[in-house]
């Protein structure tokens, strides 16, 4: 391969030869200053003695047993390559006062991985940097076996000042916000807090006018479901215009269903739409009946299906409120198949399992 040097500058030469890998600087700038080439010009690099010490390479270095506390950091560097930003806290438990009591609190430090503020807690002293935010947070409301969960789910929280974190509680008390709907609010959306007050006023101004609330029913939506004020308006649109347009909802169903289900407006799409579809169209359920129970809607979509065949296999499946053996879409939403079987059904979980068996 033609070897090549470009001159840059004055003592800085870039070489093209992958084969020399371990130079003397010293040799180099020595022979950069006695040259009379033109600084312009291309060196064929034999005008100079280039020197390699065959003790600084890899094949003829001592062997050093890198986990010794004697092996100099710059030979650590030369055999292994830096660490990334993701650090596993779980490998720094033993030595981090810090992380050890974040644990005796319930923390999930995989969880807090994945939020990247693991090298700030790292850093962090517990008595100076966050015991401040846990009596905080202790005084507004979170639960003490909730405390866990919500720094899990949210430990940028460290890295807000308490003072910030004190002005957002105080809007929302200004917004006649009680105590219990705080707490509710905090502990059912950890971020919540991570907005500045500027932003919840947007958001909350944003719902109030989307579906003509006054202050009172605003209140009762967050409360319900704070998750609506950390969805983008845009999403919120979005849902609004399949609950409306594609599903058939008029204003004033679209007002009880925010009131009474709000979350219905933070399920994918699809998911809602596919419910709805099968609820109404396949169940023959009316909207004023699905307005009266929408929580139906937040059922899985197989769940409600093997329900409903099941139902009427046996000849139950009645849901108009007006005729006799009438079964309402709450037992849709039961938490076990025995609940259903034994309230809509009238059967044991065995036939519904055998039954399954047949689909």
């Given at each position: 391969?033609?070897?090549?040097?470009?001159?840059?500058?004055?003592?800085?030469?870039?070489?093209?030869?992958?084969?020399i890998?371990?130079?003397?600087?010293?040799?180099?700038?020595?022979?950069a200053?006695t040259?009379?080439?033109?600084?312009?010009?291309?060196?064929?690099?034999?005008d100079?003695?280039?020197?390699?010490?065959?003790?600084?390479?890899?094949?003829?270095?001592?062997?050093?047993?890198p986990l010794s506390?004697?092996?100099?950091g710059?030979?650590?560097?030369l055999?292994?390559?830096?660490?990334?930003?993701?650090?596993?806290?779980?490998?720094?438990?033993?030595h981090?006062?810090?992380?050890?009591k974040?644990l005796?609190?319930?923390?999930?430090?995989?969880?807090v991985e994945?939020?990247?503020?693991?090298?700030f807690?790292?850093r962090?002293?517990?008595?100076?940097?966050?015991?401040?935010?846990?009596?905080?947070?202790?005084?507004i409301?979170?639960y003490?076996?909730?405390m866990?969960?919500?720094l899990s789910?949210?430990p940028?929280?460290?890295?807000e000042?308490?003072?910030?974190l004190?002005?957002?509680?105080?809007y929302?008390?200004?917004?006649?916000f009680?105590?219990?709907?705080?707490s509710?609010i905090i502990?059912?959306?950890p971020?919540?807090?991570?907005l500045?007050t500027?932003?919840?006023d947007?958001?909350?101004?944003?719902?109030?006018?989307?579906?003509?609330?006054?202050?009172?029913?605003?209140?009762?939506?967050?409360?319900?479901?704070?998750?609506?004020?950390?969805?983008?308006p845009?999403?919120?649109?979005?849902n609004n215009f399949?609950i409306?347009?594609e599903m058939?909802?008029d204003?004033?169903?679209i007002?009880?269903?925010?009131l009474?289900a709000?979350?219905?407006?933070?399920?994918?799409?699809?998911?809602?739409l596919?419910?709805?579809?099968?609820?109404?169209n396949?169940?023959?359920?009316?909207?004023?009946?699905?307005?009266?129970?929408?929580y139906?809607?937040?059922?899985?979509?197989?769940n409600i299906?093997e329900?409903?065949?099941y139902?009427r296999?046996?000849?139950?499946?009645?849901?108009?409120?007006?005729?006799?053996g009438?079964?309402?879409?709450?037992l849709f939403?039961?938490?076990?198949?025995q609940?259903?079987?034994?309230?809509?059904a009238?059967?044991?979980?065995?036939d519904?399992?055998?039954?399954?068996?047949?689909?």
């Amino acid at each position: 391969m033609r070897k090549q040097m470009w001159r840059v500058g004055k003592n800085l030469l870039l070489f093209r030869n992958p084969n020399i890998r371990y130079l003397h600087i010293t040799a180099i700038k020595k022979a950069a200053e006695t040259s009379v080439v033109s600084q312009n010009s291309l060196v064929d690099p034999t005008d100079f003695q280039i020197l390699q010490d065959e003790n600084n390479t890899p094949e003829n270095a001592p062997y050093v047993n890198p986990l010794s506390s004697k092996v100099d950091g710059e030979y650590i560097d030369l055999i292994a390559p830096p660490l990334g930003k993701a650090l596993c806290l779980a490998a720094f438990v033993n030595h981090s006062k810090t992380l050890q009591k974040l644990l005796a609190l319930g923390v999930d430090l995989s969880k807090v991985e994945k939020t990247g503020c693991a090298e700030f807690l790292l850093r962090s002293d517990f008595e100076k940097d966050l015991k401040k935010h846990i009596f905080f947070l202790h005084e507004i409301g979170v639960y003490p076996k909730e405390m866990g969960k919500f720094l899990s789910a949210n430990p940028l929280i460290f890295q807000e000042s308490v003072d910030n974190l004190k002005v957002r509680i105080d809007y929302l008390k200004s917004k006649k916000f009680n105590r219990k709907d705080i707490s509710q609010i905090i502990n059912t959306a950890p971020k919540f807090l991570m907005l500045d007050t500027l932003k919840i006023d947007q958001q909350l101004g944003f719902i109030q006018s989307m579906f003509s609330l006054n202050g009172k029913e605003v209140r009762t939506v967050t409360t319900r479901e704070p998750g609506l004020v950390l969805k983008e308006p845009f999403k919120i649109k979005e849902n609004n215009f399949v609950i409306k347009e594609e599903m058939g909802f008029d204003d004033s169903e679209i007002k009880q269903l925010v009131l009474e289900a709000p979350k219905l407006w933070l399920i994918r799409r699809k998911s809602l739409l596919e419910r709805f579809d099968y609820i109404h169209n396949s169940m023959c359920i009316p909207h004023s009946q699905i307005v009266l129970y929408p929580y139906v809607l937040f059922s899985r979509l197989f769940n409600i299906r093997e329900r409903h065949l099941y139902l009427r296999h046996l000849g139950r499946a009645q849901y108009d409120p007006r005729k006799p053996g009438y079964v309402s879409l709450q037992l849709f939403t039961a938490d076990t198949d025995q609940e259903f079987c034994e309230k809509a059904a009238c059967t044991c979980t065995e036939d519904f399992n055998k039954f399954l068996k047949t689909l």
